[in-house]
C-alpha cells in the first residue's frame, strides 16, 4: 500500500490531469521495478492497528521510460508560488465580490494537498484595489490588473472572473507566467455559493486546470534525445562531482557517463530531453558557463 501511495503521489506531480487514467491499471510489481530504495521512518501501534511513515526512492530513469512506454510525457516537478485573484460578477446586479464575503477567496488556500506544484498567494485587503477593480467592472475582462500585481513582486499570477447566473458558474482565467499570458474558459454546474463542501470541490477543480496549465509549460518531451560532450578540467575532483550531483537534479536530463578521461580532463557524454539553447540556459542558471568548441561543450 505504501509503495502504491508513494507512486500516486509522484505521478499526480509529474501528470498532467487527463493522463493519470492511464496509469489507474499498473501492477504492484511495475512499480516494485522502479523503485530505487525505501526505508521506514515510523511504525507504531494505535489501537491494535499497524501504522507506519514509509520514505521511497524512485529510480528517475525508470519512470520516465516507464512513462514514455505508455506514449506520455512527465513534466519537471517545480514548485511556485502565484498570485490569486478571484473576483465574483453578478452581473445582474452590477456587482462584484473580491475578499472577505468571496467564499472562494475564503476557503482557497485551505484546499491544499501534496500533489499540488502551485503555492498561492492571496492578495490583501485593499480598499485602493478594490475601487480600481469596480472602476474597471464594465470592461472587467480587458483590465489587466498590472497595478495590482506589481505590488506583490510575483512573476506569475492567475485573475479568475467567476460569473454566475442561475445555470451554471462559467470562469475566465486570465494566467500570467512570467511574459506568457494564457486565457482559459470553463464552465460548472451551477451551486450554492454558501454550501462550503461545493465550494471546496469547485475550487479542487479550478486548482487542477491551474496545475495542468504549469505543467504544460514545464513539459519534458522524452522522445528528444540530444547527445551532448562535456570537457571538465581534471585538476580538482571536487568540480566534477559538484557537476554530477547537478546533472542529478536536472529532470530533462535522461541520462549522463564518463566517456573517457586523461591527466588533463574528463569528458562527459550526456542524453538530454530537448535543445542544446535549453541545456545551456538551465546550466547558466546554475552558475556553470560553457565554450562550445567543436561540438564539446568546454566548462
Known amino acids: 500500500k505504501g509503495f502504491q501511495k508513494a507512486f500516486s503521489e509522484l505521478i499526480s506531480k509529474l501528470e498532467i490531469s487527463k493522463d493519470l487514467n492511464k496509469l489507474k491499471s499498473i501492477k504492484l510489481s511495475e512499480i516494485k521495478g522502479m523503485i530505487d530504495s525505501f526505508s521506514i521512518k515510523e511504525e507504531k501501534f494505535i489501537n491494535e492497528r499497524y501504522h507506519i511513515n514509509l520514505g521511497v526512492s524512485f529510480n528517475k530513469k525508470n519512470i520516465f521510460n516507464y512513462l514514455e512506454k505508455k506514449n506520455i510525457f512527465p513534466t519537471q516537478i517545480v514548485y511556485e508560488t502565484f498570485l490569486f485573484i478571484p473576483i465574483i460578477l453578478n452581473q445582474e446586479k452590477d456587482d462584484l465580490l473580491v475578499y472577505s464575503n468571496n467564499p472562494i477567496y475564503n476557503y482557497w488556500n485551505k484546499i491544499n494537498e501534496k500533489k499540488y506544484l502551485i503555492n498561492y498567494l492571496l492578495p490583501t485587503e485593499d480598499l485602493e484595489d478594490l475601487n480600481l477593480i469596480k472602476n474597471n467592472f464594465s470592461d472587467i475582462e480587458n483590465y489587466n490588473f498590472e497595478k495590482i500585481i506589481e505590488k506583490y513582486f510575483l512573476k506569475n499570477s492567475v485573475i479568475a472572473l467567476i460569473y454566475?447566473?442561475?445555470?451554471?458558474?462559467?470562469?475566465?482565467?486570465?494566467?500570467?507566467?512570467?511574459?506568457?499570458?494564457?486565457?482559459?474558459?470553463?464552465?460548472?454546474?451551477?451551486?450554492?455559493?454558501?454550501?462550503?463542501?461545493?465550494?471546496?470541490?469547485?475550487?479542487?477543480?479550478?486548482?487542477?486546470?491551474?496545475?495542468?496549465?504549469?505543467?504544460?509549460?514545464?513539459?519534458?518531451?522524452?522522445?528528444?534525445?540530444?547527445?551532448?560532450?562535456?570537457?571538465?578540467?581534471?585538476?580538482?575532483?571536487?568540480?566534477?562531482?559538484?557537476?554530477?550531483?547537478?546533472?542529478?537534479?536536472?529532470?530533462?536530463?535522461?541520462?549522463?557517463?564518463?566517456?573517457?578521461?586523461?591527466?588533463?580532463?574528463?569528458?562527459?557524454?550526456?542524453?538530454?530531453?530537448?535543445?542544446?539553447?535549453?541545456?545551456?540556459?538551465?546550466?547558466?542558471?546554475?552558475?556553470y558557463n560553457f565554450d562550445i568548441q567543436k561540438k564539446v561543450l568546454v566548462l
Open 164 to 287: 454566475k447566473d442561475n445555470k451554471e458558474i462559467k470562469v475566465l482565467s486570465k494566467v500570467n507566467i512570467k511574459d506568457k499570458k494564457i486565457i482559459k474558459n470553463s464552465s460548472f454546474d451551477n451551486f450554492d455559493l454558501s454550501d462550503e463542501e461545493k465550494v471546496k470541490n469547485f475550487i479542487s477543480k479550478l486548482r487542477i486546470i491551474y496545475e495542468d496549465i504549469w505543467k504544460d509549460q514545464n513539459q519534458i518531451n522524452t522522445s528528444i534525445k540530444l547527445q551532448l560532450f562535456v570537457q571538465i578540467e581534471n585538476k580538482n575532483l571536487d568540480i566534477s562531482s559538484k557537476f554530477e550531483k547537478t546533472l542529478n537534479e536536472i529532470d530533462l536530463i535522461n541520462t549522463y557517463s564518463i566517456s573517457k578521461f586523461d591527466k588533463d580532463y574528463i569528458f562527459y557524454e550526456i542524453i538530454f530531453n530537448g535543445t542544446p539553447k535549453n541545456f545551456i540556459k538551465i546550466m547558466e542558471n546554475k552558475d
